[in-house]
Nanobody, 122 residues
Framework: QVQLVESGGGSVQAGGSLTLSCVVSGSTSPTRFMGWFRQGPGEGREWVGGILPLSGSTLYAASVEGRFTISRDNANNLMLLQMTSLKLEDTALYYC???????????????WGQGTQVTVSS
C-alpha cells in the first residue's frame, strides 16, 4: 500500500524560501508521474509541477517556473519541492501525489498525501 506524507509547510514572508518534503512508502511505478498540487482558499486544485521518476524529468506550471524546483531523493524515498521568491499568491495547502498518468491532471493520480499548509505574508 502506498502512502505519502508531506511536511515542511509553515509561514514565511514574501520573497522568502521554503522546502516541502514528501515521504513515499510503498512501491510506485517509475513510469507514472509524481506531482505537487496546491489549493488556495476557495479555489480549485492547481497543478504546481511534476517529475517522472524514470528519467528525472521535471515540468512546472508557468506560475512557479523559475522559482520552484522538484527533486527526488531515491535513497530516502523523498520528493522535495524547493520554493523560492515566494509570493502572497503562493499561499495554499500543498499536496504531493503519485501514480499520475497525465502530469498536470490531478484526476489521473492514484495516491495523495494529506497536505501541508504554506502561508506567505507581506
Amino acid at each position: 500500500q502506498v502512502q505519502l506524507v508531506e511536511s515542511g509547510g509553515g509561514s514565511v514572508q514574501a520573497g522568502g524560501s521554503l522546502t516541502l518534503s514528501c515521504v513515499v512508502s510503498g512501491s510506485t511505478s517509475p513510469t507514472r508521474f509524481m506531482g505537487w498540487f496546491r489549493q488556495g482558499p476557495g479555489e480549485g486544485r492547481e497543478w504546481v509541477g511534476g517529475i517522472l521518476p524514470l528519467s528525472g524529468s521535471t515540468l512546472y506550471a508557468a506560475s512557479v517556473e523559475g522559482r520552484f524546483t522538484i527533486s527526488r531523493d531515491n535513497a530516502n524515498n523523498l520528493m522535495l519541492l524547493q520554493m523560492t521568491s515566494l509570493k502572497l499568491e503562493d499561499t495554499a495547502l500543498y499536496y504531493c501525489a503519485a501514480g499520475g498518468l497525465v502530469v498536470a491532471d490531478w484526476r489521473t493520480y492514484d495516491y495523495w498525501g494529506q497536505g501541508t499548509q504554506v502561508t506567505v505574508s507581506s
